[in-house]
């Protein structure tokens, strides 16, 4: 789900002007999931631009009380949901934890950092979504530890039929800032891409929703 259009196409646009979002469609990226894809976006760049960081935090924080509801606590994804979840928990005053999608293998073996207890109601903030299968394990482990989800707010999702089954199964709302759809229209409407990386784009994600 998106939060708004107009917010989805700012957003879009921000990722764009600092180069957020990397095309390669000759040497396509290696997501963590496998997958080759000829589009990278990473979105921890947004925190070296105050401006940008601002908008983000403020989006989501509208996000979170107009689509999901005020929880009793944020979590963070590490590593990317770790600042902006920071900056919204401190937005609404509230607790904030992280949360990894794995154990420590050392020390503590902590998987959630910070305190929380069973029945807080939770929203988990995320800067991408993928496949959306480690952002759903966070999910899993704050529900283990007794939390209730109301859901989760991420930058930026690529639309992949995986990730919209995995959050309809884990009943786990997820509200975006913006899209693959979208960040495509606005980056061949500024001329970022050429009519033929539109086309590697938009047969890649075809590809994708073909599996």
Request: aromatic fraction near 8%; charge should be negative.
């Amino acid at each position: 789900m998106i939060h708004n259009y107009e917010v989805a196409l700012q957003t879009a646009e921000y990722l764009l002007h600092i180069k957020a979002v990397k095309l390669s469609p000759k040497e396509p990226f290696t997501w963590a999931s496998g997958i080759k894809s000829p589009i990278y976006c990473d979105n921890r760049v947004t925190l070296s631009f105050p401006e940008i960081r601002s908008f983000i935090k403020d989006k989501f924080v509208a996000a979170i009380c107009e689509k999901i509801g005020k929880p009793d606590l944020i979590a963070g994804v590490a590593t990317g949901g770790i600042a902006q979840g920071a900056l919204v928990a401190q937005e609404l005053d509230l607790p904030f934890a992280y949360v990894r999608t794995s154990k420590k293998e050392h020390g503590l073996t902590n998987q959630i950092e910070g305190t929380v207890h069973p029945g807080q109601s939770v929203v988990v903030v995320e800067d991408l979504i993928s496949t959306g299968k480690s952002s759903l394990d966070v999910v899993a482990a704050l529900r283990e530890a007794g939390c209730i989800i109301k859901g989760m707010v991420a930058i930026f999702t690529y639309n992949l039929p995986i990730a919209e089954k995995g959050f309809s199964d884990a009943d786990c709302m997820l509200v975006t800032l913006s899209d693959y759809d979208i960040l495509v229209k606005k980056a061949l409407e500024i001329n970022y891409i050429s009519e033929e990386d539109l086309i590697v784009l938009k047969e890649f994600k075809q590809m994708l929703a073909n599996k």
